[in-house]
């Protein structure tokens, strides 16, 4: 089975402060995708990735940035964390090969709470 | 554009009866539709897909779900709810040239004894 590794599944993290949010996946997936979810919102889109070092803004990147130096590896960053990035974080993969109606794999995601 | 509206954020029903949960999407192209369903404190899992083909698609734990296209529908439906399949479900569309997927709202399901 694919997975998809989210590196803690609980931070906090002082407002401020630059946080790095780790995804990897073992299943060569060239398309990387960070989403954040909130209570009634559902799952919006933040960056997505096709490729080593490419990167693609989603619907919301306001406050943060990515980086893909390793296919298996894609990161989320939040320069400057504040309150209103208390959240929910997921990170998905999918193969190209797989075709787009395959549909993401999912890691256990992060749970970030900024003070 | 691709949207997806599900109506209802909380769906209550007892063990034993039937469950649905809705889903509406708009789409330009012809979409590909997902239902993935999230236990509390996990990830999203694949609980069933609609790409070409059959309308009426099957899935894990005794889900299915239909696409309606003059209804630009894709409700899930199981016959019986168990206690374990309290959860939160979320609707996805995509298509064949768009490497995004946009997800709803999500509808939290509870099962009452």
């Not at chain 1, 096709?50 to 306001?62: A, L, N, Q, R, T």
């Not at chain 2, 109506?7 to 209550?12: A, D, I």
């Not at chain 2, 404190?41 to 899935?59: I, P, R, S």
Request: glycine share 8%; aromatic share 14%; proline share 3%.
């Amino acid at each position: 089975d694919v997975k998809v590794t989210q590196s803690s599944r609980y931070l906090v993290k002082r407002t401020g402060e630059k946080v790095f949010l780790e995804c990897v996946q073992d299943m060569d997936h060239e398309n990387m995708f960070w989403y954040r979810q909130d209570p009634g919102l559902g799952l919006r889109l933040i960056y997505f990735s096709y490729d080593v070092k490419m990167k693609e803004k989603g619907d919301i990147p306001e406050g943060y940035s990515v980086s893909r130096e390793k296919k298996e590896r894609f990161s989320l960053i939040l320069e400057s964390a504040s309150t209103n990035q208390t959240s929910m974080y997921l990170c998905a993969s999918r193969g190209e090969g797989q075709g787009l109606g395959y549909g993401y794999t999912f890691g256990s995601g992060t749970r970030l709470t900024v003070v | 554009a691709q949207s997806v509206t599900q109506l209802g954020s909380h769906v209550s029903v007892s063990e034993g009866a039937l469950v649905l949960l809705r889903c509406n999407y708009s789409s330009s192209v012809p979409p590909y539709l997902f239902w993935y369903v999230q236990y509390p404190n996990q990830g999203l899992q694949l609980l069933l897909k609609y790409t070409t083909g059959a309308t009426l698609v099957k899935g894990i734990n005794g889900f299915e779900a239909e696409f309606k296209k003059s209804e630009t529908s894709f409700h899930l439906t199981k016959p019986s709810a168990h206690m374990s399949d309290a959860a939160e479900y979320f609707c996805a569309v995509s298509s064949y040239n768009f490497n995004k997927f946009y997800f709803g709202s999500g509808t939290k399901l509870n099962v009452k004894p």
